[in-house]
């Protein structure tokens, strides 16, 4: 057949899992109109990379602990829910009086974000619902929406440090319930559970036997408060603990992750055959990585952990004490993790009525790019990042403050020249 023959190849239809997969961060930024100010310096507050700016950097032992690992031979497939030794060591690392874990209890994965799949994949189903927060971070709905897992969403409460409303968390629980995922510490809110409200959501799931998958990707990054790891405050209710490199050792390209099963009394040995097997979809994480992670685990001094933690209060103190100074806004005080949210008071702004309109004027005013919260189920809140250099938070800080001056209702009268 030649080119001008009259033939149209029919279009191919993406599949319906295709059509449910959507990831309600690239859809906003898709949609959003960004046109920098080109006289100011456009700073980002939007992205959870702690590595982008170049002040939080691994420490020069896990450096040397991944480039060890390459010259070690370790080029091959290992079991695809992860290679003992490091499976050995993340149990030992995170083993507690209370909740001893083996190697068996660990299974290592592609991220966080790949064992957040595997566990919502395991429990839940087209007849079997997940509970997750609301606000929350957006991948829980972009991996339930391809499975066609259902979801509902329970409330947090900003005015309680976005703590959980237990009478609404429980108003959504019925027969059909698989799991109910929490996020400790926060992403987006910057929240950190104290341990006296974990332990009553872990009363909450044991009275309606319902098991946890708890999102602890940033575990231990906690500058405020007792909040702990589920898994070592559960006595009866089994945890599913989604955990990794990414954040704590600031590593989030190197993708390896891990799940740590929480079952004191053996309630899940059906789920641990399905986690080995949605394992295998992928044939298992970085093999150089894994092999990096004993060194990793030991040899990190507890200097670096403590700095980290010391850079991030720092900057939550930073933006809190500087957007506390602005009518129009209500900054939350974060207790860990990377973030802070912060309310606008739309009704205190002449022309901004949605945190979409907030944050598209503000960039196109003064080149300061906050998330627009409504993408995690808040609007009228914006996620700031706090990784950020001190100078450009500062900065960012500044300029928010003027453009809420510039566009409030309340805005002083300019004296005229006598």
Request: charged share 20%.
């Amino acid at each position: 057949m030649s080119n001008n023959d009259a033939f149209k190849y029919p279009e191919v239809a993406m599949s319906p899992c295709a059509q449910n997969t959507i990831n309600p961060i690239r859809k906003l930024v898709d949609n959003l109109v960004i046109n920098p100010n080109p006289n100011k310096e456009f700073i980002k507050l939007s992205i959870g990379d702690p590595s982008v700016f170049g002040n939080f950097d691994p420490p020069p032992e896990v450096l040397r602990a991944v480039t060890e690992a390459v010259s070690s031979g370790c080029h091959g497939y290992e079991p695809a829910h992860g290679k003992y030794n490091a499976r050995e060591a993340i149990a030992e690392f995170y083993s507690s009086p209370k909740s001893r874990l083996t190697a068996e209890d660990i299974y290592i994965t592609s991220g966080c974000s790949d064992a957040l799949r595997i566990a919502i994949d395991c429990l839940g189903s087209e007849e079997r619902h997940i509970l997750i927060p609301k606000p929350s971070f957006p991948l829980y709905k972009t991996i339930c929406g391809n499975r066609g897992i259902p979801i509902r969403q329970y409330n947090l409460l900003p005015e309680l440090s976005w703590d959980i409303d237990l009478v609404d968390l429980e108003s959504k629980i019925d027969e059909n319930t698989a799991a109910i995922l929490v996020t400790n510490p926060s992403n987006p809110c910057g929240s950190a559970f104290s341990v006296d409200h974990q332990l009553d959501i872990l009363t909450l799931a044991e009275k309606y036997q319902i098991p946890i998958i708890a999102d602890e990707i940033y575990q231990d990054m906690v500058y405020e408060g007792d909040s702990k790891s589920f898994g070592q405050l559960s006595d009866n209710v089994p945890i599913i603990a989604c955990g990794g490199l990414a954040k704590r050792w600031l590593v989030p390209g190197w993708r390896v992750g891990w799940i740590m099963v929480h079952d004191r009394h053996n309630q899940l040995k059906q789920v641990r055959q399905g986690l080995t097997r949605l394992c295998q979809v992928i044939i298992g994480a970085n093999t150089i990585v894994q092999q990096a992670i004993p060194e990793i685990l030991t040899n990190t001094p507890q200097s670096f952990y403590l700095e980290t933690l010391a850079k991030l209060k720092e900057a939550a103190n930073l933006a809190y004490s500087e957007l506390s100074k602005v009518e129009a806004l209500r900054p939350i005080m974060p207790h860990g993790a990377m973030y802070m949210m912060v309310e606008i008071k739309v009704d205190l702004l002449h022309d901004i009525n949605t945190d979409m309109d907030f944050v598209e004027k503000l960039i196109s005013e003064q080149s300061v790019f906050p998330l627009p919260a409504d993408m995690f189920g808040a609007p009228n809140f914006v996620r700031l990042v706090l990784t950020v250099p001190t100078d450009k938070l500062r900065e960012a800080c500044h300029r928010i403050a003027e453009f809420c001056l510039a566009h409030s209702l309340h805005r002083p009268a300019k004296r005229s020249c006598p």
